[in-house]
């Protein structure tokens, strides 16, 4: 999700303006530890921050985290 003014988690950080939420399936319990890896590796990019900013709408921004993990795989 991607919060226009961000979202004040931290006192000490500035405001947070991407926010991933994930759910897992008790059956699988590492999966959640693999997609965590998954979303640390587009996160620390600069410009993937970027482009998942500026989506405009949902639609968008899930194409660009799917291109953003392909590249980052």
């Known amino acids: 999700m991607v919060i ?6 931290d006192a000490a950080q ?3 303006d991407l926010v991933f939420t994930i759910a897992g399936d008790s059956s699988r319990p590492w999966e ?12 620390v ?3 993937a921050r970027k ?3 500026e989506s405009p709408d949902d639609a968008t921004l899930l194409r660009v985290l799917l291109q ?6």
């Open 51 to 53: 482009r998942l900013r």
């Open 32 to 43: 959640h530890v693999r997609l965590l890896a998954r979303l640390s590796r587009i996160a």
């Open 68 to 73: 953003e993990d392909a590249r980052h795989g």
């Open 14 to 16: 500035p405001p947070s």
């Open 45 to 47: 990019d600069e410009g």
């Open 4 to 9: 226009p003014g961000g979202l004040d988690l």
